[in-house]
């Protein structure tokens, strides 16, 4: 006899009707995704992590009534694990998004000369020949918002538009800080790689 494996908008509807044993799998399949995904986000700091991915967990067993298993549970827990950060960020008051504005204002006219960020581009030029391992440990160091707008554009490959919109940022202001992240990333792989 097999024991079917049930996937998990099938789960999302068991947790939804109070079944604990379909939460536990469900988290059993997917607790180190959203683990990594906060800790890249959040730049190493795992502590914080961790935190964030309990209160993820709840926000899934809580919202389990209105799961519509629209796209994938994945791409759902990842929105929920960014929106948690970032709500955690501004109760900790932390300004995301200032940058130095002088700065903003010298790249201005190289964003808008028809430099395109491509995820393709990035990943080729960062991590072809390279070590990941010193990869990951230079995005660490970035500015926490140069960080978080590049983990999210790599990992989600949202388009300008979604990032600005969900970050309540102009489209100039998230193409400026990838600009800037970009740069810091070359600036810091420079001789290591």
Known sequence: MYSRIKSDDHLMLEIADGNGDSFKILFDRHAGKVLGYSTRLLGGDSNMAEDISQTVWMKVVQNARNYRGEGTFIAWIHTITRNSVFDEMRKKKEELFSENTNDELDIHHLINSSIELSVESIETELLQNSDITIVKQAMDELP?????????????????????????????????LLFRARQSLKEKLKGQL
């Open 144 to 176: 926490d918002t140069q960080r978080l707008v590049l983990t999210i554009w790599l990992v989600e490959e949202l388009s300008y538009e979604d990032i600005a919109m969900r970050m309540n940022q102009s489209i100039q202001a998230i193409k400026s």
